[in-house]
């Protein structure tokens, strides 16, 4: 057990590997986790937001486009250390955390698109993580509109009972927030395929065993098309 609101023991992936096919024509030549939001970068935001909670290691799980991030100039503290985990390939969303599992060091870690923001107390997160034996915490965020994101519904106790990613429902409830904890374990239960999403290959396999859903009151905000992204540069 970690000591309470330490996440500086805490690794952190974030998952910017994406080919960003719906938000190519604002894009252009360049990831989609490099796109400016004001006078910095949705990495920019999401690092940042990282290094003040605690988190001191970040792993980039790169690939389309991968040497513009390798090759940006991150403005971090100096006790904090970024790691690349590069795909030759593209792997999905699960592959690509396969493929990052030997460069983590904790045995609960942190998981984060990087194509998307929620602003979530962490040490809070961490402490549900913790308190659970969660093999999966996913932060779940309320949505008018269950087509924006994954569908989470969870029981009085927050264990998760469903997950259905992106249903063409208008009604509201959870959505996945784009936020994970995850105990290493995890990497037992993934398939032995290389290639596969966490959202729609892997996740609703495994919520019947200790999986929790994360409530927070924050708006998920995401540049994965170009409407969405024209909205999160008002918002942010």
Same mark, same amino acid.
């Given at each position: 057990?970690?000591?309470?609101?330490?996440?500086?023991?805490?690794?952190?992936?974030?998952?910017?590997?994406?080919?960003?096919?719906?938000?190519?024509?604002?894009?252009?030549?360049?990831?989609?986790?490099?796109?400016?939001?004001?006078?910095?970068?949705?990495?920019?935001?999401?690092?940042?937001?990282?290094?003040?909670?605690?988190?001191?290691?970040?792993?980039?799980?790169?690939?389309?486009?991968?040497?513009?991030?390798?090759?940006?100039?991150?403005?971090?503290?100096?006790?904090?250390?970024?790691?690349?985990?590069?795909?030759?390939?593209?792997?999905?969303?699960?592959?690509?955390?396969?493929?990052?599992?030997?460069?983590?060091? &904790?045995? $609960?870690?942190?998981? =984060?698109?990087? %194509?998307?923001?929620?602003? +979530?107390?962490?040490? !809070?997160?961490?402490? *549900?993580?913790?308190?659970?034996?969660?093999?999966?915490?996913?932060?779940?965020?309320?949505?008018?509109?269950?087509?924006?994101?994954?569908?989470?519904?969870?029981?009085?106790?927050?264990?998760?009972?469903?997950?259905?990613?992106?249903?063409?429902?208008?009604?509201?409830?959870?959505?996945?927030?784009?936020?994970?904890?995850?105990?290493?374990?995890?990497?037992?239960?993934?398939? &032995?395929? $290389?290639?596969?999403? =966490?959202?729609? %290959?892997?996740?609703?396999? +495994?919520?019947?065993? !200790?999986?929790?859903? *994360?409530?927070?009151?924050?708006?998920?905000i995401d540049i994965g098309t170009p409407k969405r992204y024209a909205r999160a540069?008002?918002?942010?």
């Amino acid at each position: 057990m970690y000591p309470k609101n330490e996440l500086k023991f805490i690794d952190a992936v974030i998952l910017c590997g994406g080919l960003g096919t719906r938000i190519k024509s604002v894009a252009g030549n360049k990831p989609k986790a490099l796109l400016e939001i004001g006078n910095r970068t949705m990495l920019d935001l999401i690092i940042n937001g990282l290094t003040k909670a605690g988190l001191q290691r970040i792993i980039l799980s790169v690939g389309y486009l991968k040497d513009q991030i390798k090759k940006y100039p991150f403005n971090l503290p100096k006790y904090v250390t970024v790691e690349f985990s590069e795909e030759d390939y593209p792997l999905g969303t699960g592959g690509a955390l396969k493929k990052a599992e030997f460069l983590l060091k &904790s045995q $609960n870690f942190l998981v =984060l698109n990087g %194509d998307s923001i929620c602003r +979530i107390d962490l040490n !809070n997160f961490l402490e *549900f993580h913790l308190t659970r034996r969660a093999l999966l915490s996913i932060a779940l965020s309320h949505s008018e509109k269950l087509s924006e994101g994954g569908h989470v519904i969870i029981s009085r106790s927050k264990r998760i009972k469903s997950f259905n990613e992106k249903p063409h429902i208008d009604s509201g409830g959870f959505i996945n927030a784009g936020a994970y904890f995850m105990n290493r374990d995890i990497f037992l239960k993934m398939p &032995s395929k $290389n290639v596969f999403s =966490l959202e729609k %290959d892997f996740f609703s396999n +495994i919520i019947r065993q !200790n999986c929790y859903g *994360f409530v927070v009151k924050s708006k998920v905000i995401d540049i994965g098309t170009p409407k969405r992204y024209a909205r999160a540069v008002k918002i942010l």
